[in-house]
């Protein structure tokens, strides 16, 4: 295998445009530092940035009928991503794949077993689980710092345009030629938010989601849902509500709450900072530091200890993904709600007035927005 006579982990890269790109500037860096070999990527579409030795392929079969790599990333659309981490797999190499895992959740099993047959790992790209932060969220409210819990909650009002859906045919659906997508923003723009609070919960696992229910709604022209609300029921009783949205006013900062009854918790999951509030002090604000999930993963091969996003702890996130898959189509909030903003280069974006106050009063209120008396969702259709 190239690279392994001189003791670095051999890599490949599946994806390499659009967050790809990302992934791909990051292993180059690496490269450069002398951490890895990246011997090969895969895109039927070639690169635009120098590969520096690596070799293209158009697609994974061909690439690892020439390489063995040790590690394959995976950074291509939804509902490829299992079939490609399970060529992965089956190759014997360990893979980070980009969130969320897989599609739906028979194809979440499969590759779980696949993982554990063939012992290699299956890191999902949830980045935010790389971060002390949830393990300090979670000790805070250990120590009882709020009291009892009385339930958790997950926030996110995000703003995305017609660009954004127009980039990629799969961009915004539930199916594509009879393949579960499943690119709604409780799945994908703000899946983090999902697995984030489960994991703060403490409900990773396939076993701890007990119940989800979900309502979901779009602006945007779209098959998929933008505006939702889901409530998940977990093992010990306690619920999560889920408040999200892409037709925002302007982009906010997502968050993650345990309530309590002496106090709350919050995470500000994509700045790993926490905020504690108890009655009668200031908040305590502290900042934690975050480890990048692929170098989690080369951790997790050269020592044996568990990566921090490993396939089973994203089983929690697929429940909801099954319930989501499974819902009825979301609902159209009629465009006399809705306020149209003309943007340069003939993008548009729609927004929902007062959608901000109606997140926030889902999570206070525990109620899904069907549950709210809100004109556009009783008039959604
Ligand atoms: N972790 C994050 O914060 C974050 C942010 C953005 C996107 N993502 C994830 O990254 C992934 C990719 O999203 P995107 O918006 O870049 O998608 P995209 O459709 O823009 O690009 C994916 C790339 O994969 C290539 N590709 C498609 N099918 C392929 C195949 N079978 N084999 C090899 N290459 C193939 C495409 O040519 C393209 O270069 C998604 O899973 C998305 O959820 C994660």
């Known amino acids: 295998m190239s690279g392994a006579g001189r003791g670095r982990p051999t890599v490949a890269l599946v994806g390499v445009h659009g967050y790809g790109r990302l992934h791909l500037e990051r292993l180059l860096a690496r490269q450069h530092r002398g951490e890895i070999d990246l011997v090969a990527v895969a895109d039927p579409v070639p690169a635009d940035a120098a590969l520096e030795g690596a070799r293209q ?7 690892l009928a020439v390489h063995g790599p040790e590690v394959v990333v995976v950074s ?34 499969e590759l779980l077993a696949l993982s554990e047959r063939t012992s290699r790992w299956c890191q999902v790209g949830f980045q935010s689980l790389g971060s002390a932060a949830v393990e300090h969220v979670r000790e805070r409210v250990a120590g009882g710092r709020i009291g009892t819990v009385t ?51 403490g409900a990773r696992r396939l076993q701890d989601v007990v119940e989800v229910e979900t309502d979901l709604f ?82 997790a091969v050269r020592t044996g200890a568990r990566p921090r996003s490993a396939l089973r702890e994203a089983g929690g996130f697929a429940r909801v993904q099954d319930a989501v898959v499974n819902s009825p189509a979301p609902r159209a909030v009629p465009a006399e709600f809705l306020r149209r903003h003309d943007l340069p280069g003939g993008d548009v974006r729609w927004e929902l007035p007062g959608i901000e106050e109606a997140v ?11 549950e709210l008396d809100l004109d556009w969702a009783r008039a959604a259709r």
């Open 151 to 201: 339930g958790y909650s997950a926030v996110g009002c995000w703003v995305r345009t017609r660009a954004y859906y127009d980039r990629a045919p799969w961009a915004g659906r539930r199916r594509l030629q009879g393949r579960v997508v499943a690119d709604g923003v409780l799945t994908n723009p703000l899946a983090h938010a999902v697995a984030t609070v489960l994991a703060v919960a």
């Open 76 to 109: 291509t659309p939804l509902h490829t991503h299992a079939d490609l981490a399970g060529q992965a797999l089956r190759a014997g190499a360990h893979v980070l794949v980009e969130k969320p895992a897989t599609a739906d959740l028979p194809s979440f099993e």
């Open 57 to 63: 392929f158009p697609a994974l079969d061909d690439l």
């Open 360 to 370: 926030q009063r889902a999570v206070t209120r525990r109620r899904t927005f069907s």
């Open 218 to 299: 779009h602006v945007n022209d779209i098959e998929a849902d933008d505006t939702s609300t889901a409530r998940i029921v977990l093992g010990d009783g306690l619920d999560v509500l889920v408040a999200v949205t892409l037709a925002a006013a302007e982009q906010g900062e997502p968050f993650v709450t345990v309530t309590g009854t002496a106090g709350s918790i919050r995470l500000f999951y994509t700045l790993d900072t926490v905020v504690e509030e108890t009655p009668g002090r200031p908040p305590r604000v502290t900042r934690h530091e975050r480890v990048d999930l692929f170098d989690d993963l080369l951790d």
